[in-house]
């Protein structure tokens, strides 16, 4: 066995003669437990915090988006319908009318927007599957819409209500004078049902069918605003963006999904990684215990090391033996502190014991790249500390 590994494992599992020295290694121990334990939560929680949110967009956002660059709307020719049905990286993809609209219903008013969509829409994003009351557009049904929870809160909206309709203004394009008793075009709708989501979400579309968005707006009979895709499964998205943007030309913008919410991919990851540096930081402090214990250790047995050193142990050799205790006892307080980390990230995805709401337990999710962060983290740090505290070890410091 090797000589400084054998020494330091004894000196790690032994008791000392002094009490306050067991003490210290003890809170030492605790505290690399409760930092690995934390840091291991944390991040496991922003991980399924970043699914959870992540899911949200899967029903709110498509895969890719294809707007006009000039202009708000421009016509689905034969030529773009070629180019999109042709590639085999698109599952499917559905035209969409959005425009920013004034909403009234019983003397409130709100701003939202219109959004049409064809019947296919829901294989773009699944939005039917987010509705908390009512039903999904029915294309048989002309003047019907979905609106989101945040929306119906604002204007005191009810489902399938059929007293006071919603009513949908868009101003008249035009210049000159306006008459402000015209100035409108009007569509009133009954309301089938409400969608959930992120809370911009719910505060942002009024979802009618493509025909009624189209009539209200007066557009031509391919006139959108733009286009909506679902890819399949296993498509680069980045890669294919690139490839379908050269081959639209400059006439169109190309967006991914992650380009659509820009700020609040940037926001989720940024908390994450000042989470991460928060919780390192509060290791580090609780890695100062450690350097604390194992300098009151070599203190301990500055006897011991003389014996060692007349034995025929060099310097390097007895400082090697406390760097090994103090990455040992690191390594073994990380591995505790991820093995209660793991048993309360299953429980709690399985029983869900903090809850966000009453039906929401708080999302975490259980992922190697986390544990693999912790462990790189904690025995980075647990070496630097062991080398810090060797460091006092000098053949003046044993021979005094």
């Known amino acids: 066995m090797n000589f400084p590994f054998y020494i330091a494992k004894r000196y790690l599992f032994s008791k000392t003669s002094n009490n306050a020295i067991n003490i ?14 934390a840091l291991f939560i944390i991040l496991s929680g922003f ?8 899911s949200l967009l899967e029903n709110s956002d498509p895969d890719i988006k294809i707007s006009s660059i000039k202009g708000k709307s421009f016509l689905f020719d034969e030529d773009l319908y070629q180019i999109l049905e042709n590639n085999t990286s698109i599952k499917v993809f559905s035209k969409v009318i959005e425009e920013r609209v ?6 409130k008013n709100e701003i939202a927007y219109l959004k049409g969509v064809e019947e296919n829409y829901t294989s773009i994003t699944h939005v039917d599957s987010i509705l908390s009351v009512g039903n999904w557009i029915n294309e048989e049904y002309s003047n019907t819409a979905v609106v989101g929870n945040g929306i119906s809160r604002k204007l005191s909206l009810g489902v399938l209500n059929f007293g006071a309709p919603l009513s949908i203004l868009v101003p008249k394009p035009g210049t000159g004078f306006i008459n402000p008793n015209n100035a409108f075009y009007k569509l009133d709708v009954q309301i089938v049902g409400l969608y959930s989501g992120t809370e911009e979400f719910e505060n942002k579309f009024v979802f009618v069918s493509f025909d009624d968005a189209r009539k209200l707006l007066k557009f031509k009979e391919n006139q959108i605003t733009s286009i909506e895709l679902k890819l399949e499964k296993d498509t680069e998205v980045d890669l294919f963006a690139e490839e379908l943007q050269k081959e639209l030309g400059d006439t169109f913008k190309v967006q991914t999904k992650e380009q659509l919410n820009e700020v609040f991919y940037k926001v989720i990851n ?4 000042v989470s991460y540096l928060i919780f390192t930081l509060i290791v580090i402090i609780a890695l100062f215990n450690v350097i604390g214990a194992i300098i009151m250790m070599i203190i301990d047995k500055k006897s011991n090391l003389k014996t060692l050193l007349s034995i025929g142990a060099t310097i ?3 400082k ?11 390594f073994l307080g990380m591995l505790l502190g991820l093995t209660l980390g793991c048993v309360l990230v299953f429980v709690q995805k399985e029983f869900g014991l903090f809850m966000i709401t009453q039906n929401l337990p708080y999302p975490v999710e259980f992922r190697f790249s986390n544990l693999l962060i912790v462990i790189f983290t904690i025995t980075f740090l647990g070496f630097i500390a062991s080398k810090i505290a060797s460091s006092r070890i000098s053949k003046e410091f044993i021979e005094k």
Do not use: H, M, P, W
Request: aromatic share 16%; hydrophobic share 45%.
């Open 102 to 107: 004034f909403l009234e219903y019983n003397d």
């Open 320 to 330: 090697k033996t406390f760097e090994i205790q103090g990455f040992l006892l690191t």
């Open 47 to 54: 991980s399924g915090l970043r699914t959870f949110s992540y």
């Open 316 to 318: 390097k050799e007895v």
């Open 270 to 273: 940024t908390e994450n990684i």
């Open 24 to 37: 210290i290694t003890i809170i030492a121990s605790f505290g690399v437990i409760v930092g690995s334990l």
